[in-house]
């Protein structure tokens, strides 16, 4: 098994990247995605959540109402070591349990949006960083995404620089120009994946 990190600036194109491995045969561990698993209607997850926090963090239909939520930890640190506490053994324990139901020959991406911030690059046997320039993040985010120009500048201030990211890759993946340049760059990593995948079993 071959386990690699991937990681990119918000708008550099992870999620597109993630899902072209994904066709092309990696198994994906999405934390974003297992993050917000663990707290849907009717898991311990869930639970423990409300315990933490009350009931009024519930929406009417049952669900985390996460704009709350999100007023709450991010006005107030403590707040948000309590929710993290909560959270983050339990995306760990279901991405070790991915993990290991994928096979010995299996290329395991996950994709860790602050993996240069957070210094992850260690837990894994590679990392992929998907690369763009910053006014080529902030035209998708604000063009294609719809997000306000403010809140994309302030995203992407709070994050690791470009130089930063690319400090800590193993393989780089340029992503500043068309999709069309994109495919067949995902197709050579993933066949230098699929070749190192083999090695490590040997
Ligand atoms: P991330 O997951 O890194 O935040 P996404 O993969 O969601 O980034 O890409 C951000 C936006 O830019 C999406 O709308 C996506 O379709 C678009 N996009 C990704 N790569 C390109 C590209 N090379 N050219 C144009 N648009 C792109």
Known sequence: MLRV?????IGSGKSTVSALLVSYGAVLIDADRIAREVVEPGTDG?????AEFGEDILAADGTLDRPELGRIVFADESRLKALNAIVHPLVRDRSAELEAAAGPDSVVVQDVPLLAENRLAPLYDLV?????APETQLDRLVRQRGM???????RMAAQATRDERLAVADLVIDNDGPLEAL?????KVWEELRRRAAVTRG
């Not at 306000?148 to 500048?153: F, L, Q």
């Not at 495919?183 to 197709?187: E, G, N, S, Y």
């Open 5 to 9: 990190g991937l990681t990119g600036g």
């Open 46 to 50: 869930l639970a423990a959540v409300v």
């Open 128 to 132: 992929v960083v998907v690369d763009a």
């Open 148 to 154: 306000p120009e403010d809140d994309a500048r302030a």
């Open 183 to 187: 495919a067949p760059q995902v197709k």
